[in-house]
Each structure stands twice: as C-alpha cells, then as structure tokens.
C-alpha cells in the first residue's frame, strides 16, 4: 500500500495510536537505534512513503531551546570508535556523519543511552537536543532516497533528573506536534 507518508515514534506514550485520522499510519518503534531502523525499514516496504515524520520526546542541551523543535540536522553521539575514526563518525563508512532534512533548525544528537548529564562534546558541537531513535531513522530513509522530518518534544533537562521528568512530561508535546502536523498537511 502506498501512502504519501508515514508518521514513526517510539511510544504510544508519547502519540496516541487514536490521535491522527486512519489515512495517515502510526508506528511505533520503540526505544533505541535498532529498532528505529527496523521500524523504518518496515514502513517503507509496507507503505513506499514519499515523507517520513518523527515525533518523539528527547532532552534539552541548549537552555535557549523549548517545547516543540523541529530538527535540521541529526548525528550519533555514541558512536565512540576512537583511535579508529573520531567520536560521532562510523570508521571504514562512506556512509555522512550527519544527516539534513529539508527544514527545521536546530540540531539532534542521537544514541542509546539516556543523557544525565553535561557532555562537552554536545556542546562543541552545537547540539541543541539528544533523542535515541532520530539517527537511525533518518539513516533507513536516505538509505532509500526518502526525505523525513523530525518533530522533537523538550520533555527534559537531560541532567540527573532526566528520568522522572520524561515520565512526567512524555505525552505532553502531542497536542503542539498534532498542530503542527495538521498546518503540513
């Protein structure tokens, strides 16, 4: 089945599977890089979208950064395979380190782990967010030539009480993303 486009989130904690109309597909990934990835993958073999979107919540490290950002541009921040290649790059790929979506501003760096806490390399690198799903992705749809966009809730400080704060606040950007969405389309 072909849709114009397909609609990739973690949880349904964070996007109810009621919260679109029928017409548009919700998948729910899960959390983590791989699963993203498959999550991917299996959306566009089922639906062959022209756009995919990510919603999701994900942690602030630019203090001048809230509410609901859409994202220009994604890199790993846990792909450490020093003294092979620096931290962020994959060693041996001709695959980019960063990957670009036709709009948004600001600057997502993803990875398996949670953020706890100050991470210098974030900040070198202007990065205004961290998420653990974006990367991958965005990653699967370049792969096939399939342009996305990523919305990204500011659920936390990613800082030690990050935790207790996304399961505060991790349904909370639905209504702005749904907005959102509803002028695109």
Partial sequence: MKTPLVIITALERELAPTALSSHIPILYSGIGKINAALATFKAIQQYQPALIINFGTAGKINPKCFGLLEVKKVIQRDMMAEPLAPRGTV?????????????????????????????????????????????????????????????????????????????????????LFLERLSALI
């Avoid at 060693?91 to 600057?107: M, Q």
Wanted: glycine share 8%; aromatic share 16%.
């Fill in 91 to 175: 060693p041996f790929s001709d695959k980019p380190n960063a990957l670009y979506s036709l709009y948004g501003d600001c600057v997502c760096a993803t990875g398996d782990s949670f953020v706890t806490g100050r991470d210098d390399w974030l900040i070198y690198n202007q990065v205004d967010v961290v998420d653990m799903e974006l990367y991958a992705i965005a990653s699967v749809a370049d792969e096939f030539g399939i342009h996305w966009r990523s919305f990204k809730y500011l659920s936390d400080e990613a800082n030690e009480a990050s935790g207790k704060e996304w399961a505060d606040k991790a349904s909370y950007g639905e209504t």
